[in-house]
């Protein structure tokens, strides 16, 4: 058996021409032709376009109903409560610098680690009669935290 058993009308590769392939025909012909074939883009007139639907102005939402209550309803999007913005909080308590040589940790007055730590007057004083805790100045606070 040889090597070209698959070619049964014993044809050679020269023979062989493909169903769409056009031997006598020059590639730049062939790219003109391809070209002339495009077909312009036809305008659409305004009428024809598919629109999305309009969103809803109006939303099912929580309102009050009556006499303070809430039930449900509509509201306008642009009326929509929108989160406000919370304004930092100024804490009212007057607050001394302690520092603590080691963590300390005390039942219902809550713990100090080591180092520099913010805490009210009042807890001040009862952290004051331990050992490890001192008082510090604002410019000692200052000069070690920046």
Known sequence: MTTDSFNENN???DD?????QNTDTDLNSIAVEDIAKIEEPTLVKEDEIVKSPK???EVPSLVPVSDGVIGTGKLNKSEEAKPAKLAP???SVKKVALFASRNVSWQGLGKLLKGYNFVSVDAADKWLTLDTVRLVSPEEVKANLG
């Open 11 to 13: 044809a050679s590769e």
């Open 89 to 91: 909080k100024k804490d």
């Open 55 to 57: 969103k809803d102005e």
């Open 16 to 20: 062989i021409v493909l169903d769409n």
